[in-house]
């Protein structure tokens, strides 16, 4: 474990961007924290922290001058690793025949990006889909090369977000395996941040940085911080059973009452670091001449999704939520043997009208417990 300055996190940030990485981190834009290029520590979020809850989020400023003061925003580390948008293929008519040429969006020519301040839930994420992108017999390869060309820098948090709940799924607000470099920012007597080394790549790093071993008495300040922010969370979700509890839930009234609610616009799912629907569109020119097939984000909310000749297999709002969070907490882990959610909170936080999927399974969960007690005492 070792001590930085804070300016020698800029010297990180130089020494990321001399072995050609294009860096990712949070930077303000609006009135939002967002995930964009930066070239030096100036550009994030210093002096910030957000307020969220279910449907609001807002910025403030807060005395101290961290780096990582915010808890996650509307952005997630997916779209760098599973672009929204992916050309597969293109085709250009010659003569009487077609020219085709394959992954023309190749992901062997593009950028290797180095991802600073993904927090323990966020890597989390990266890890459930590296097991959908790369765990089974369909592989895909677009992924896997910009996850194999990655730098990830964590950040462990010290303070709760408003609306997270990680600590009850287990992913966080420690990062513990997944990365390279692993930051702990302090601000107790001083300023400055510890790093941990996960990798031989996040050493090679580091060794151009200024940098001094920690003290003990600093990384037991450290460690208390972070245990802090564990125990700050408001929310949670019970991981026990959450499977045989959906299962056989499927007609449970709550379902009707958050249909009521929910407008089915597929915000939760694009903010998700998990969610990894997809469609295929097959475009040409106005000529004719030219055809694409480009792979784009979808959303099992939307109508379309789900449609086969004859209708939707999901054509209502209850349907619909319905089928997500059975699909989030119970049948992802047939699928990939874990569940879907990583308890970032964002779904709260950017769905419309604040529905918190928290507080749907707890009303689920509960029925489901209190019709077991009757079983067992008849």
Known sequence: MYRIEPDALNELIQSLLKERYTV??????GAAIVLDKISST??????KTDEQ??????????????FFGASVGPHSWKQYLFPPTLK??????????FQVSEDIDSPENSEQYALLGVRACDLSAIQIQDKVFGGGAYRDLAYLRLRHQAFIVAVNC?????????TSLRTGPRARVGFDLALTEVVDNGHYLLVEVGSDKGEAILSSVARAPAEEKEIEGAERAIRAAAQLTGRSVEPDQTREILYSSTEHPRWDVVAQ??????NCTMVCPTCFCTNVEDVTDLTGSVAQRVRKWDSCFTLDFSYIHGGSVRPSPRARYRHWITHKLASWVDQFGTTGCVGCGRCITWCPVGIDITEEFRVIRETYLINARGKSST
């Not at 597969?88 to 025949?97: D, L, N, P, T, W």
């Not at 010290?158 to 990680?166: L, N, Y």
């Open 158 to 166: 010290t303070r709760a977000g408003g609306t997270c709940f990680c």
């Open 261 to 266: 609610r929910c407008l089915s616009c597929a």
């Open 42 to 47: 100036s550009e994030l979020p210093v002096g």
């Open 24 to 29: 990712i981190g949070p930077t303000l834009r």
């Open 88 to 97: 597969m293929f293109s085709a250009r008519k010659a003569g009487e025949s």
């Open 53 to 66: 809850s279910p449907a609001q989020y807002r910025l403030v400023d807060k005395a101290e001058k961290t």
